[in-house]
């Protein structure tokens, strides 16, 4: 029983840093933004293809998370009560399904718009009016993944204090660490990170 809770464990920690991809998706875009126009190039060929070729494997990840930490609270004796007696383990749920409901709008919205309005300039250097609309919706995707790359790692974070609790002032100060990296991350190149 020992082994089948530490390969769990093991299992879904690897996973959880997996999950940090929102990160990668920001260095990303702000590594496009750095090489300027022409809008449409290959280079946005190449990032758009990245980005939206993630979408399959997050919801593999996201699953994965769910199903280990429901067998890591089921292997430890306790029901699907624990989620509410334990805020934490209810948190990390809420958390999971904030990332999977921001993924699935990204998926079946965001990027069909985005293609679509890649695929209407036709591979060419996207006309300004394409591409204020492409920016708006890059934007849009942008932030979206800066609250998934807060949302996973402030879950990971709880995920530590799942069966021993952090000091408030502590959980305070890694959540506002947390904030601040991923504004790092939203705003800038990231070069040192």
């Given at each position: 029983?020992?082994?089948?809770?530490?390969?769990?464990?093991?299992?879904?920690?690897?996973?959880?840093?997996?999950?940090?991809?929102?990160?990668?998706?920001?260095?990303?875009?702000n590594q496009?933004?750095?090489?300027?126009?022409?809008?449409?190039?290959?280079?946005?060929?190449?990032?758009?293809?990245?980005?939206?070729?993630?979408?399959?494997?997050?919801?593999?990840?996201?699953?994965?998370?769910?199903?280990?930490?429901?067998?890591?609270?089921?292997?430890?004796?306790?029901?699907?009560?624990?989620?509410?007696?334990?805020p934490?383990?209810?948190l990390?749920?809420?958390?999971?399904?904030?990332?999977?409901?921001l993924?699935?709008?990204?998926?079946?919205?965001?990027?069909?718009q985005i293609?679509?309005?890649?695929?209407?300039?036709?591979?060419?250097?996207v006309?300004?009016e394409?591409?204020?609309?492409?920016?708006?919706?890059?934007?849009?995707r942008?932030r979206?993944a800066s609250v998934?790359?807060?949302?996973?790692?402030?879950?990971?974070?709880?995920?530590?204090q799942?069966?021993?609790?952090?000091?408030?002032?502590?959980?305070?100060?890694?959540?506002?660490?947390i904030?601040?990296?991923?504004?790092?991350?939203?705003?800038?190149?990231?070069?040192?990170?």
């Open positions: 029983m020992d082994t089948t809770l530490d390969v769990l464990k093991v299992i879904h920690v690897i996973n959880a840093i997996l999950m940090a991809w929102p990160f990668y998706a920001l260095v990303t875009v496009r933004v750095s090489l300027g126009p022409p809008l449409g190039d290959r280079a946005d060929t190449y990032m758009e293809n990245i980005i939206k070729n993630r979408t399959l494997p997050c919801f593999v990840l996201q699953s994965i998370a769910l199903v280990t930490g429901l067998l890591l609270v089921f292997l430890h004796g306790l029901g699907l009560d624990a989620l509410v007696a334990n934490i383990l209810g990390k749920l809420l958390l999971l399904l904030i990332i999977a409901a993924l699935t709008y990204v998926h079946t919205t965001l990027q069909p293609d679509a309005l890649f695929a209407k300039a036709g591979g060419h250097p006309p300004q394409l591409g204020q609309q492409i920016a708006k919706l890059r934007l849009r942008k979206i998934c790359l807060f949302v996973v790692l402030t879950a990971a974070m709880l995920g530590v799942a069966w021993a609790l952090f000091p408030f002032w502590l959980t305070i100060v890694l959540v506002i660490g904030a601040t990296l991923t504004r790092r991350a939203y705003s800038s190149v990231t070069r040192w990170i």
